[in-house]
Structures are given as C-alpha cells and as structure tokens.
C-alpha cells in the first residue's frame, strides 16, 4: 500500500500541469477587462470558488471572437453583442449570457473647438463630421471601434474611412486616447480606459468628457462558450461551470464592489443564456 501510495504521489508531482490542466479554462477577452484590473481581481475569487484556473488572451472582440472560431480557446468575454449573436447564430458559440455593463464616453479638448459637450451623440457625431474635426478611431475590429462605427450608422450617413480628419489608427484604446490628446483631437472611449488615463495624466490632462448618458453608449459584457460541436476540445463542462459562475448572485456582487481610481466601473446584468 506504502509502495502504491509512493507510486501515486510520484506520478502527480512528475505530471503536475497535466493533473492542473482538468480544471483550467483558456478565454480570448477585450483589452478593458484585462486592462482595468477586473480579472485580475476575479481570478482568484473564481479560482477559491469553483476550482477553475482561468487564463486568457486579452485583445481587441472582433480578433477574440476570432480566437474562438479558430478553436483556440473555450470560453470568451466580450463587449460587441452584434457580433456576439451573429457568432451564436452561425453556430460557432452556445450559452451566451449578459453580465455587467459599463459605458463609452466622447472625449476631446477642453477648450471643444467642436462645440459638442452636452449635446447627444448624433449631434455631437454630425458637428465633428461637418466641420471636419480630428477624430482618432481605434480602427481595429474591437467593441468599441464596433460600437463607433454603429454609431455612425445610425445617423444614416457614410462610415468615415479615408477622410483627412478621421484617423484610424489600429490601436488599442489607451494608443487611441494618447494619439487624440497628441492630436487635439476626438474620440470614444470605455470609460475605464478613459479612468486610468486620466488618473496617470491628472492636470497636465488636455482632454475632457464631452458627451457621456446617451443610452447608444451603453457597453454591454457577456460571456459565450465555443461551441463543442464545432471545436470538439472545448470542456464544456468547466464552461458551464464557468458561465454559471458569472451570473449568481455572489460574483455579480464581486462585479459591483470592483473599483478602479474609487470608482465603480462595471455593473452587474447578469441575464438568461440568448442561444
């Protein structure tokens, strides 16, 4: 018994990510969950609650949600619920369900040469475009360049693309928000990144709030597992675990307590699986 008990002890320690890797989950996820600091403050919560080691890859949705038809991952957290449903639809992710919210904010000089603080965001959008002031779009395939881009949609004019004014520069949004200070110029932005940046600038800040509590500019969060039958390595199982970690009652209030700069940042929604 001593000999087989030896014997085991001896197998986990030789193989011991093998014996770790049952219970770890591989997520692609945007830039403002990493960069905020949320999953750096949930991951050990996740981990002391359900036993999941979660490790993920932080980049822009529209290259995340490319990570998951690739097969490379098994869950994703996102924030561009277009893409999100026309991914659920296609067939490519199962279980996809609402988590927190937070929202975008229109940025630009103090002085506002545009003349849009306080307006909404059509007005504001239509000022820019019609007096042709810098605007610096993050111009990546993100949710947030996503959302930029339905915003001018909505107005029912020309996405902007090779104007002299709209700048894309294919960035992440801490990039964008220096290259509009550089520029003297505009942008959106997750009010997160929009945080840190004004927290490392302080006085010497030369950009501003302008527009912000326009319900286009809510920025919803969700969770999706790849979908098994299209990636057949996927643990379900733990994405399952995973999803249903996320919305009880415990987590969504971990998500309302997470602060960034003494500010609350996201807001939990957790809502039922849209498949």
């Not at 830039?31 to 949320?38: A, K, M, P, R, V």
């Not at 277009?82 to 975008?104: C, H, P, S, T, W």
């Not at 928000?177 to 003297?184: D, L, S």
Request: glycine fraction near 6%; charge should be positive.
């Amino acid at each position: 018994m001593r000999i087989l008990r030896f014997l085991v002890l001896m197998t986990f320690l030789a193989f011991p990510s093998a014996v770790l890797a049952a219970d770890s989950l591989m997520m692609a996820t945007t830039t403002s969950t990493q960069d905020s600091g949320l999953l750096d403050y949930l991951k050990p919560l996740l981990l002391k609650e359900t036993g999941i080691d979660v490790k993920w890859v932080s980049t822009g949705t529209g290259k995340a949600l490319e990570h998951g038809k690739n097969c490379d991952v098994d869950v994703l957290l996102v924030h561009a619920p277009a893409a999100e449903l026309k991914m659920v639809e296609e067939g490519f992710a199962v279980d996809r369900r609402q988590i927190m919210y937070n929202d975008f904010v229109i940025v630009g000089p103090k002085n506002d040469p545009a003349g849009i603080k306080g307006k909404s965001v059509a007005d504001s959008l239509k000022a820019l475009a019609d007096k042709k002031m810098v605007f610096v779009s993050r111009g990546d395939k993100s949710g947030t360049h996503q959302m930029e881009q339905s915003l001018w949609v909505s107005l029912k004019m020309p996405v902007p693309d090779k104007e002299s004014w709209y700048v894309q520069l294919g960035q992440g949004m801490m990039a964008t928000i220096n290259a509009a200070a550089e520029k003297g110029g505009y942008t959106l932005a997750d009010r997160g990144t929009w945080i840190k940046f004004e927290a490392v600038q302080k006085e010497k800040n030369p950009l501003d709030i302008l527009v912000e509590g326009d319900k286009s500019l809510l920025n919803q969060y969700s969770v999706m597992t790849v979908n098994p039958a299209k990636c057949p390595k996927v643990k379900t199982e733990l994405a399952k675990k995973f999803a249903d970690w996320w919305v009880c009652a415990s987590t969504q209030n971990h998500i309302a307590a997470f602060t960034l700069e003494g500010k609350q940042l996201f807001f939990p929604n957790a809502a039922p699986p849209s498949r």
